[in-house]
């Protein structure tokens, strides 16, 4: 078992940043994939970001070149930093692992882009 919990969400203005947290517990050693992904009202869950074991990283094109996921092996921590915010980048953020051939969820924290 794996519990992720988030923490960094918020209310930011157009063109700001804000970065996530992810404090892994559990059984942490065996995560092979961490990352991010969202929800926005009435769409579906979409990739924001994934990082492996071996620091291989992918992005959607709707957040390549704003946003960065990093992790901290000493902390069980992954981050996403999120830069140039946009209003359509509004959603739950929920922080994401897998563990062979399970994952993991964490509950979600909210991340609004308003002037």
């Known amino acids: 078992q794996v519990q992720l919990v988030e923490s960094g969400g918020g209310l930011v203005q157009p063109g700001g940043s804000l970065r996530l947290s992810c404090a892994a517990s559990?059984?942490?050693?065996?995560?092979?994939?961490m990352g991010w992904y969202r929800q926005a009202p009435g769409k579906e869950r979409e990739l924001v970001a994934t990082i492996t074991s071996g620091d291989r990283t992918n992005y959607p094109d709707s957040v390549k070149g704003r946003f960065t996921i990093s992790r901290d092996n000493n902390k069980n921590t992954w981050y996403l930093q999120m830069n140039s915010l946009k209003p359509e980048d509004t959603s739950v953020y929920y922080c994401y692992a897998r563990l062979a051939f399970l994952r993991y969820w964490g509950q979600g924290t909210q991340v609004t882009i308003s002037s």
């Open positions: 559990g059984k942490v050693s065996g995560i092979t994939t």
